[in-house]
């Protein structure tokens, strides 16, 4: 409902002015007291709310998730704990945790991916991460593809992939370490590399800063980094990427 | 030519082996001792070969923008001085220089541009770095909008052009001090939000730092930072993404 | 007792040499070998001491909590553990722990609320930090008013509640992850708003030092920090101001 | 004019929908195309915009000193240097420059300054810093006394003026190098103490970060902090909180 | 297998199209889905791929462990935990775990161990990355010299010790604190000395960074730095130049 | 026995080469493989060697605790933690632990004690390290008066022990969060201040490096500092100032 | 004269009311608005204040030197420009100026050195900051012993002056790059090691840090550390540590 | 001249105490005062001392380019300056300047290269730091194959050159930006890579900070890295590997 629709109907009368002003003052949310959820935000971002688990006690957590469920049909949570799988599972026994990504979702089953990104990791360490990028971007409707362990230590292994990473509408590069690998990728495809520093490693790794330098500093072109181990902010970004290549719009 | 099509010319006898192994090894750059001409960058990429200006002697810049000029009938330089602008133009003088962005050409006159980007601006001084991202993507053939000066310290200005920014098919945010525009931003729209830390601010804010950890750091989704002050590379990516939209991939 | 009162006392013989002595060399505190109580400080600054449980062994916590409240009846503590509650309740049964805002504390029940303070914050994991926060300012004898999960990434929640927030003598803005309330809220109010950044946050938050650089960093104005994670401080310099507000002093 | 009475008017028939739209759309800005002057903010802070002249060009300065003496009568510019004050006052001749805190104005003279905020320095190179905070203070209307190099390495300098300080609604404490004044202060008076970290020292100061850091980390309560070198923010609280203390609130 | 041998065998007929397409297309590593062994390594650089442990889960290890020794008859893992250690045994009853440098190998025993490698620590703590060193190097094949606690608190032991160091082909120096063993060592020898910071000490040690720094920016020539703890990487640089200095050349 | 006189001896006859030789090689330790003791250190510094119990494991604790008591007929050791003594006390039954300060010493009784330092504490939460200095003087023979709380938040609790402190040969001033007291102290007294910084904080104290900062630059002359928590250097130092004092030079 | 004989006085009416109270107020400094001399603190801390010059206007700098100079008879300042004592030498003559050390005096002739310091660089770059701590040694009446060019990279020209070191009562180490001179030079010599870190190197160095951890880090007892490149400080730490040897105390 | 050697002498007369006194205390250096020339470094480690030319002034240059050049019939600075070279050129009339490499040296013509190294540069701002590592390689009689611009962003081109990289006795790779260059490179070689991160980069480069975490985080093994810019170091390693290949040891 735009501005000009809620003023046409103030002027023709079918609202009162109480309902317009509630209207126009945005009360676009669910206020629970001690959160406010943002009922609004799919219409908004083509996205729904996802819930960030780690820290919530498990009341709340059923709570949110039971809300968002009633409201979606579905739910996706990042960074779940086992312990806070075993709880909620007790009550939404539909739900589906996976201990690799740490992702726990109840998923519309009959949804259907489409486009393609390719998720590239450097090493098996960090596939957590990846796969935290990779179910995300699948819970939202996009064709994933994973190509794991193709770091540059043994640069022939990334390059016998070349031509399948190329196809991608987007490509995400997971690396620890010295996080070379959005680098050479950067330089290899037409698209935007999405770059997602791990804190794989020690030492002067500095828990993924070193990784997270050489990204922001890569010679490369095309290259948008996020926060460290921040899988789910590039799945997220790879979907909207893949939504603009597919429907010619962020529309979904 | 595939490998496979360079096999079978070997297999057929028409290229010699001499030939084939040349074509193997990736020639595919032109050397000039103190540098190797990436002229197969756009045929990969998408998008020609980009001077970097700053620090490049005299010489070895007119060089360079003579022979890109040659191979592609046009030439793209950033962070370029005024003058390294007036030493070219005695030998290019069809070249242009913009003293605020910094970005010194020579551009085919008939492109046309497609789509749609948002660059936004949190404060005046920031407008450097969005000129350096808006005037890329526009070489590269990607329309812009721009939208200076709708900094959070007064967001009443940001909100009144919400409308503007949804349409585009991605937006640059540009910001020093806390960067905290491109958090905004990102719970607004519904495409990826690129986000350019600038060096504006003092103390604190460690020549970009500050704004730099911000942007990683957003509560918001949807966000993809490059590195502090790089226009540049955020005009890339809007184009990439641009592209994505326009075309369905990113090819141009 | 004024330097000049004492004077006075001496040269009139009422007060000995030894006395006035005593009194000049600033014997306002109980010397207790390991510890020397601050008895004086109500009367400097206006707040009775505070306690500080973080890493207190359990005899010294109680020996401490039992000396300030024979003097003021009441007593207030910080960061205390269930462990250390469990054990000061036996000696103190009036004694009241909050898990949540890690608040112990025996509070003078008749104690008269004034003015007004608005405590917000930007996601539900900031609460925690921001009720240490609001109870501090309650023990002290301030009205709060509690704003929580207006964080910037859905900026209409808290556009919502401005004239709320507008109402109050001082604004408490707590963040993690970006910290990018802060700004937001100093563009909107007229009154000082007391950051607080929290640790809230992973990878490049860096445990608070992201959110700490943005508040120092603010576009707006009036926005004061305190250190990562300081509720306590937070309520401290809110009961200061709204003193200010409501008797034209400090005074209380 | 409030949402409620805009759709009053609509109703009634005296606002056209599109003049209504304009009005909630806040457009409560002058755009100016590279700039967005806020000229909504004196209602909504209490505060007129102030200029930040650092960086900006001669002719940019100009057109805003002007468009901001125009709206209100007198500007307020901070870190404004000697070359832009020689371009300035050829067109505006009645501006005044101050080169040690380098404040550029033109003051409306017969102000009234109310209540009284105490402004300290540790030493005399922190004087430029302590008068940009003094000197906004006192264009925002509020009185100030200085009290200048009374750091603790001569702790009896500082305890000679406490009486002094006491007697001041709010404490701005200025130091370079280690900034232990700011604790000192915290622990004598009952008034908020605003700290400003300088830049002032060498080595390990890094600039301002080791008096920032032990200002944030205040053993004292009622520290507030803003950013190195940053007088105007203190000035700007200051005034806020001087305007609590005298009118009951932030009005002005 | 040369490109140019691959192509004479293509034109010769006695290789497919197929079969010289997948040998150029490098495909010189097993794909396991989660894992790609870099079986081609040992050929290309003279090392057989190394098992980073930490972190990995116990099928997976015992999966890459089977492969490796499969391949090459023994195999080396750092970083592993005595739980690994545990649960390898059960299937591989051969392999061998040092707790001290907590390197898990199975090692074919007839292995001649050449040239002279010496390994020196600071003091008695930063012997378990020593001995990684240490281990890793005669897994390689290198003859290893121990000289353990000669820090520069007490130089004299190390002087004691000097003849012993000049006539290795070339040193390693493991130091945690202020690292200066290094430094002292690069002045006395002739042969590259490796030196690997550690992450003892305390306070502004800061897990390493202060002997990394101290290293890295040693006043003596001929020194080359690994991250801190990266006793495994020394280990592997010297044997690198331990082959140089015995095969004249990386051969062995 | 200088060189001259070890020469003398050798042209005399009444030294053999070899034994001439080992002289001067200075094999002034004791090699145990894993460790050389340094049994030279007490001549050569004035103090025998200290123990760093941390990370050590019981059997060498305890036979590096049995090879110095039988040295010096007593034993200094920090950071010693419970478990450590229990096992020791089994073989040592005359040790002694602090649970405080951490020291686990076998100390011979009839010591005497020499001079004065005073060892000052900012806070309560400070003592440990303050013991750990002050233990370690008394150890060496150093008398010291102890002065705890009087940190600068009440600085009237100082200045009330102010002449207590000026009459010590020198201060230690041990003090986390923001450090502030060693500068105080430096104005204060005409004896060096050796400040320890102390993790004691949070948030932006940084384990100690904000103390470590404000000590480093403090404004007052005459401090001296060591690392963050090392009140065993603090000790070791104030005893070297003290023998100063006491013997005109560091002998004693 | 002490709290106790005022007292007296004014029991005895020899001292009126108000003079007591201006004397118990501290009233031990001069108040030049500006700047507040510390004329109380030779005798407080045996040194007269010293002119830190960097940074001051030509007028204040003349004003201060005349100031202190009238009062004592002599002056000292640190970190002059050439510049400075140009403006100075024509106001007062007998003006000395060092062009390496940057000290700036007027001393008193017939001052009579004692005791002995050693003073050690580590490279000739180092010069100026040993330079800085020899000069302000000397003005305060110590005699200092100068050893430069000693670093670790040849040990054996350190060895060869140990005897010389190991004379005096305290050494001051001054080094930049990785600072390794303090941690040998303290496992040499009975008395303290001053450790100066020096802003010489490039890189890594961190202008400083990499020294200046490294020292806070050593591994020998008895290293103190002060600000980088502040030779001012360690000059006066070794003029108090002498004057302990040489009189028992810090009288002087 | 060993111990045994000189103690011989001793017993059989033919040296006298104090001759060998001398010899014993290692006068190995002459000691100018302000610097104690190495002139037994050769001897000790194959290289003549190396003069660092920035900062030290015209005369302090010409003295110590005069004395190592009557020692060694050449010399070899680095870091100098056009007017460090104007200056000296009028006594040295043989000495070389390189602008690129700011190499400042008097070489004997006749000099042999033997063995090779291979030195990479990612981008062609590198090239300075690559020289300044070529030619102190050269100087130093090493064989050296350049290879410049050959960066991951294209790695094509550093594909097409991997065989004759695979040649060199080691390999120096010098980059700025992200420096993921000695990644690559470390997975292609079997010898050592020497990694020379380079202060080229803007933004989160941090002067060269990210190329040096990048490559001490490096995931391929053989790795080796010395200080941001320090081609000279990198040069001297490279030499001490290819003395290593070529002789059997650091022998030359």
Redesign the interface.
């Known amino acids: 409902m735009t501005?000009?629709h809620i003023?046409?109907c103030?002027?023709a009368?079918s609202l009162s002015?109480e309902e317009?002003?509630g209207l126009?003052?945005?009360?676009?949310?669910e206020d629970l007291?001690?959160?406010?959820l943002?009922t609004?935000?799919k219409k908004?971002?083509?996205?729904a709310e996802?819930v960030?688990c780690?820290?919530?006690t498990d009341e709340?957590l059923l709570h949110i998730y039971q809300s968002i469920y009633q409201e979606n049909g579905e739910v996706l949570g990042t960074r779940a704990t086992e312990e806070q799988y075993n709880f909620l599972k007790e009550h939404l026994p539909q739900i589906q945790y996976d201990s690799n990504s740490h992702i726990m979702k109840i998923e519309n089953k009959e949804k259907k991916r489409i486009g393609k990104v390719a998720i590239c990791t450097?090493?098996?360490?960090d596939?957590p991460v990846a796969e935290e990028a990779a179910q995300t971007a699948e819970f939202f409707g996009t064709k994933v593809h994973r190509i794991?362990?193709?770091?540059?230590?043994?640069?022939?292994?990334l390059?016998?992939k070349v031509e399948e990473i190329q196809e991608a509408?987007?490509v995400v590069a997971v690396a620890g370490?010295?996080?070379?690998l959005a680098?050479?990728l950067?330089?290899?495809?037409?698209?935007?590399v999405?770059a997602v520093?791990t804190?794989?490693?020690?030492?002067?790794?500095?828990?993924?800063?070193?990784?997270?330098?050489?990204?922001?500093?890569?010679?490369?072109?095309?290259?948008?980094?996020?926060?460290?181990?921040?899988g789910y902010?590039a799945g997220?970004?790879a979907t909207?990427?893949n939504r603009?290549?597919?429907s010619?719009?962020?529309?979904y």
């Open positions: 501005i000009q003023l046409e103030v002027q009368g002015i317009a002003e126009l003052k945005d009360k676009r949310f007291g001690y959160a406010k943002d609004d935000r908004r971002t083509g996205f996802v960030f780690s820290g919530k709340y450097a090493g098996t360490a596939i794991y362990d193709v770091g540059v230590s043994g640069i022939h292994r390059l016998a509408n987007c370490m010295e996080g070379a680098s050479v950067g330089g290899l495809v037409r698209t935007p999405i520093p804190s794989i490693g020690y030492g002067a790794s500095f828990q993924g800063l070193s990784a997270l330098l050489t990204m922001l500093n890569s010679c490369s072109n095309g290259v948008a980094v996020v926060n460290i181990d921040n902010g997220y970004l909207q990427m603009l290549a597919v010619g719009s962020g529309e």
